[in-house]
């Protein structure tokens, strides 16, 4: 029994940063050099990090980052708004006043402010933290630039932005660039070795899967709208309620569960019936999102996976994630991690030490680029997001839609130019309506 299996190893297993790089990334091969990028030995030289986006979400990233290894600087950063870049500012210098070199001339301000960091020669890594509508263009920018990047989940928001995020994927292997992404179960013990249980065969064959983000809550980066706020600021200061920002929340925050699905089965689905609504968020305040979708995916050999996510103040809350096997289950989230037999028996649990994985992104993506050993995560980015648009596109249209067919789709959600000005909210999705693009 896997139990005993465990008892008789006799001590804690420790994962290595090489195990880590094994399980939870893909190292390009054969790529050819960057002749943009610094090299890095040792791991006695200084790397300069430049943070572009300044939120919370941003800021508590940049600080992980300061804080998983030695030579660390943050010498620029860049934002929309000026009382964003204050604030991290300030939160990163009281944390690390040592390792904050940004001054007045590194510290950019609007929609451009991310090519004047890509200019720099100062900077080595960029973190890209924004609302997720500006990830594509910022991940081809970095690239282009000879950048290694730290780039927040989801990619994209829709599937213009995501066949952008492919062919940057290509670019940044044949320029032997880092591409990690803030996908921090990926780093998580539980979900390293309860997916390798899978992969290794010990449970069989996968059947079937649930994915849950079910949050219990309603409001997330909520602000109320001020006087003087253009259409186009407030949209963005309150980003996860606009679609064209956000993606919805089954694209910024389900696709955390849904990655894991992609993970443990190692492909993304062939087709998505989905279905959705919003009833208890309903306000225009609330911008034009749903507050629950579900749907099924329907993954290669039979695979069928049921994704269920709701922001619904007062309901039960579940995150987390179920991958069915021929031999056993096994059961996530972010606490633990446990396998049941095929009757519903605990035959193990994870009882080593369950730590956020949120650090060890920034250390292994560090660490890869001083040893000169890649990693490259945007192609899986990109799958994992699309993974979650199509569940949205299904649910929004009422239409039961194919990968191939949603990955040429010319759905593109971006404004016809960024400015603070005017920028009326598109009216809320009505399945069987909304037509297809």
Same mark, same amino acid.
């Given at each position: 029994?896997?139990?005993?299996?465990?008892?008789?190893?006799?001590?804690?297993?420790?994962?290595?940063?090489?195990? !880590?790089?094994?399980?939870?990334?893909?190292?390009? +091969?054969?790529?050819?050099?960057?002749?943009?990028?610094?090299?890095?030995?040792?791991?006695?030289?200084?790397?300069?990090?430049?943070?572009?986006?300044?939120?919370?979400?941003?800021? @508590?990233?940049?600080?992980?980052?300061?804080?998983?290894?030695?030579?660390?600087?943050?010498?620029?950063?860049?934002?929309?708004?000026?009382?964003?870049?204050?604030?991290?500012?300030?939160?990163?210098?009281?944390?690390?006043?040592?390792?904050?070199?940004?001054?007045?001339?590194?510290?950019?301000?609007?929609?451009?402010?991310?090519?004047?960091?890509?200019?720099?020669? $100062?900077?080595?890594?960029?973190?890209?933290?924004?609302?997720?509508?500006?990830?594509?263009?910022?991940?081809?920018?970095?690239?282009?630039?000879?950048?290694?990047?730290?780039?927040?989940?989801?990619? +994209?928001?829709?599937?213009?932005?995501?066949?952008?995020?492919?062919?940057?994927?290509?670019?940044?292997?044949?320029?032997?660039?880092? *591409?990690?992404?803030?996908?921090?179960?990926?780093?998580?013990?539980?979900?390293?070795?309860?997916?390798?249980?899978?992969?290794?065969?010990?449970?069989?064959?996968?059947?079937?899967?649930?994915?849950?983000?079910?949050?219990?809550?309603?409001?997330?980066?909520?602000?109320?709208?001020?006087?003087?706020?253009?259409?186009?600021?407030?949209?963005?200061?309150?980003?996860?309620?606009?679609?064209?920002?956000?993606?919805?929340?089954?694209?910024?925050?389900?696709?955390?569960?849904?990655?894991?699905?992609?993970?443990?089965?190692?492909?993304?689905?062939?087709?998505?019936?989905?279905?959705?609504?919003?009833?208890?968020?309903?306000?225009?305040?609330?911008?034009?999102?749903?507050?629950?979708?579900?749907?099924?995916?329907?993954?290669?050999?039979?695979?069928?996976?049921?994704?269920? /996510?709701?922001? *619904? $103040?007062?309901?039960?809350?579940?995150?987390?994630?179920?991958?069915?096997?021929?031999?056993?289950?096994?059961?996530?989230?972010?606490? =633990?991690?446990?396998?049941?037999?095929?009757?519903? @028996?605990?035959?193990?649990?994870?009882?080593?030490?369950?730590?956020?994985? =949120?650090?060890?992104? /920034?250390?292994?993506?560090?660490?890869?680029?001083?040893?000169?050993?890649? *990693?490259?995560?945007?192609?899986?980015?990109?799958?994992?997001?699309?993974?979650?648009?199509?569940?949205?596109?299904?649910?929004?249209?009422?239409?039961?839609?194919?990968?191939?067919?949603?990955?040429?789709?010319?759905?593109? !959600?971006?404004?016809?130019?960024?400015?603070?000005?005017?920028?009326?909210?598109?009216?809320?999705?009505?399945?069987?309506?909304?037509?297809?693009?």
């Amino acid at each position: 029994m896997l139990i005993e299996e465990r008892k008789m190893k006799g001590k804690t297993k420790q994962i290595s940063r090489r195990d !880590l790089l094994k399980a939870g990334a893909a190292v390009s +091969a054969g790529a050819l050099a960057a002749q943009n990028s610094r090299s890095f030995a040792a791991g006695s030289d200084k790397m300069g990090i430049a943070l572009i986006g300044c939120g919370d979400r941003g800021t @508590r990233d940049a600080i992980d980052c300061l804080n998983s290894a030695k030579g660390l600087e943050m010498v620029a950063v860049a934002d929309i708004f000026q009382d964003r870049i204050d604030s991290s500012l300030a939160k990163m210098k009281e944390a690390f006043r040592g390792k904050v070199k940004v001054t007045p001339e590194t510290s950019f301000l609007g929609f451009d402010a991310y090519k004047k960091v890509m200019a720099m020669k $100062e900077v080595d890594v960029v973190m890209l933290t924004t609302p997720p509508a500006f990830r594509p263009q910022m991940v081809k920018a970095a690239i282009e630039a000879g950048k290694h990047i730290f780039v927040e989940k989801p990619g +994209a928001v829709d599937p213009v932005g995501i066949r952008s995020l492919l062919a940057s994927a290509e670019l940044a292997d044949r320029k032997r660039l880092s *591409i990690v992404v803030g996908t921090q179960q990926r780093w998580q013990p539980q979900y390293l070795e309860l997916i390798q249980r899978i992969h290794d065969g010990k449970l069989g064959d996968v059947v079937g899967g649930q994915a849950y983000w079910n949050w219990g809550s309603s409001k997330w980066h909520f602000e109320h709208r001020k006087p003087g706020w253009s259409d186009t600021e407030w949209q963005i200061r309150c980003w996860p309620y606009f679609v064209w920002l956000s993606g919805d929340h089954i694209v910024e925050q389900h696709l955390h569960n849904m990655d894991i699905l992609n993970w443990a089965i190692g492909s993304p689905p062939v087709q998505c019936l989905a279905v959705g609504g919003r009833q208890a968020r309903t306000g225009p305040e609330f911008g034009n999102i749903y507050d629950h979708f579900t749907a099924e995916y329907q993954y290669p050999n039979g695979i069928r996976v049921m994704s269920m /996510c709701s922001q *619904i $103040e007062g309901s039960t809350p579940r995150v987390g994630e179920r991958v069915v096997c021929t031999k056993g289950s096994i059961s996530t989230n972010r606490g =633990e991690g446990y396998i049941d037999d095929t009757k519903g @028996r605990r035959i193990f649990n994870y009882d080593d030490n369950i730590h956020s994985g =949120e650090a060890a992104q /920034c250390a292994n993506l560090i660490g890869s680029i001083r040893d000169g050993e890649p *990693i490259n995560e945007c192609k899986r980015l990109a799958e994992s997001t699309m993974t979650v648009i199509l569940g949205r596109m299904s649910a929004y249209t009422g239409r039961a839609l194919s990968w191939k067919w949603a990955m040429k789709s010319k759905l593109d !959600l971006s404004p016809a130019k960024y400015e603070l000005g005017d920028l009326p909210v598109r009216p809320v999705a009505v399945p069987g309506k909304v037509r297809l693009i």
